[in-house]
Nanobody, 121 residues
């Protein structure tokens, strides 16, 4: 059974950094497109970033461009979201997602349980 497990969320002051990790179980995830979404209270889910299985195609939303970086380590079946210069408006639950096909937005077939990121002003 395929599973995605996020970690790395927490409370950080504005201007700080966090790195989210998403560990995938199942050997075929190294061939999957991976991405990150977020959902703030009272708001719709937002597509944040995605990366194809090779890492040769990637997308980062305008709202985080220049501050967030998505990367992956296929040997570890893990995708990362490095978040720098965090702002209070980045506060949300962040979800890892995966799909066999890379698309923007990612039409994810698999989802993690989410990890809370809270940025204080």
């Amino acid at each position: 059974q395929k599973q995605l497990v996020e970690s790395g969320g927490g409370l950080v002051q504005a201007g700080g950094s966090l790195r989210l990790s998403c560990a995938a179980s199942g050997r075929t995830f190294s061939m999957y497109a991976m991405g990150w979404f977020r959902q703030a209270p009272g708001k719709e889910r937002e597509f944040v970033a995605a990366l194809n299985w090779r890492g040769s195609n990637q997308y980062v939303s305008d709202s985080v461009k220049g501050r967030f970086t998505i990367s992956r380590d296929n040997a570890k079946n893990t995708v990362y979201l490095q978040m720098n210069s965090l702002k209070p408006e980045d506060t949300a639950v962040y979800y890892c997602a995966a799909d066999p096909i890379y698309s923007t937005p990612l039409q994810a077939r698999y989802w993690g349980q989410g990890t809370q990121v809270t940025v204080s002003s």
